[in-house]
């Protein structure tokens, strides 16, 4: 059972990749490379003036569980955020054999630390697909740039961003023979562990490269994603109607392949006379 204020790797692995996720807070003085999927990493010293940038539900990450989470997560809770310390730290978390978020190929990051991306404009599949990867796994206040495909290479020298799915031999983020970016995304940011991505990765690679026969839910994805490139005109507006989508689509790869529904499947069995 956890300690007072703690949380368990394992139930913190349950509510990673989904909305319901908490602000997971790496305050590691030194993370390296490779963070908890979701984290970001700020410095414990100045709790008092990014814990403003917070709300809700808050999970503190250190070394061990006893250098320093408790004493972050103590101040967090004084400002009336529901704060936690992991229990045990990383190292509990790497003993479990739980995913790492590789970050040695991520954009630098602004003055707020944040990641920057840049892609072409009006996504369909991919191009949603990958800033929902990066938000929810490896950068959630990651920032995301649609322009024209022959402004792409510009624009990311112009703020330091990182290109992806773009059909240029400088570009690092983009396809690889029969995979697609998101397919890339998923192994070089040591994601593939997780079946449910794995999965998903499969769903997304058939819809994004015109193959719908790889797995049944491509053709379904794809139906999806073209209604809401034409529903909306703002690509930002679509990304974040896309993130649904893509949560849903997790979740299903996750818990829901086994269940199976028709008609008569809920309805209330027959009462005898």
């Not at 990066?134 to 649609?146: C, H, M, N, Q, W």
């Not at 997304?204 to 797995?215: E, M, S, Y």
Request: proline share 6%; aromatic share 6%.
């Amino acid at each position: 059972m956890p300690a007072l204020n703690s949380i368990a790797a394992d139930k913190l692995l349950r509510l990673v990749g989904t909305p319901a996720a908490p602000a997971i807070v790496d305050v590691r003085a030194e993370p390296g490379d490779a963070l908890i999927p979701g984290s970001i990493a700020l410095p414990a010293a100045s709790v008092e003036q990014w814990a403003c940038e917070l709300a809700g539900a808050v999970v503190v990450v250190d070394e061990d569980g006893d250098t320093g989470a408790q004493g972050v997560a103590a101040w967090l809770r004084s400002e009336r955020l529901e704060a936690e310390a992991l229990e045990g730290g990383i190292a509990a978390w790497r003993a479990a054999g739980h995913p790492l978020v590789a970050t040695a190929r991520l954009p630098r990051r602004d003055a707020e630390g944040r990641t920057l991306w840049v892609t072409r404009a009006r996504p369909k599949v991919d191009r949603i697909a990958c800033p929902w990867l990066i938000r929810r796994f490896v950068d959630p206040r990651a920032r995301f740039l649609f322009v024209p495909p022959a402004d792409v290479l510009a624009t990311a020298e112009r703020f330091g961003a990182a290109a992806f799915d773009v059909a240029d031999e400088a570009v690092f983020w983009s396809h690889r023979g029969e995979r697609c970016t998101f397919d890339l995304m998923v192994e070089e940011f040591g994601l593939g562990s997780i079946p449910a991505l794995a999965h998903l990765a499969t769903i997304v690679r058939g819809a994004d490269t015109a193959r719908p026969d790889i797995v049944p839910e491509a053709a379904g994805l794809l139906a999806v994603s073209l209604g809401l490139s034409r529903i909306h005109s703002d690509d930002l507006d679509q990304l974040e109607a896309g993130m649904l989508i893509y949560d849903a689509l997790y979740r299903w790869c996750r818990d829901a392949r086994a269940e199976t529904h028709d008609w008569t499947a809920h309805q209330p069995r027959a009462v005898r006379a």
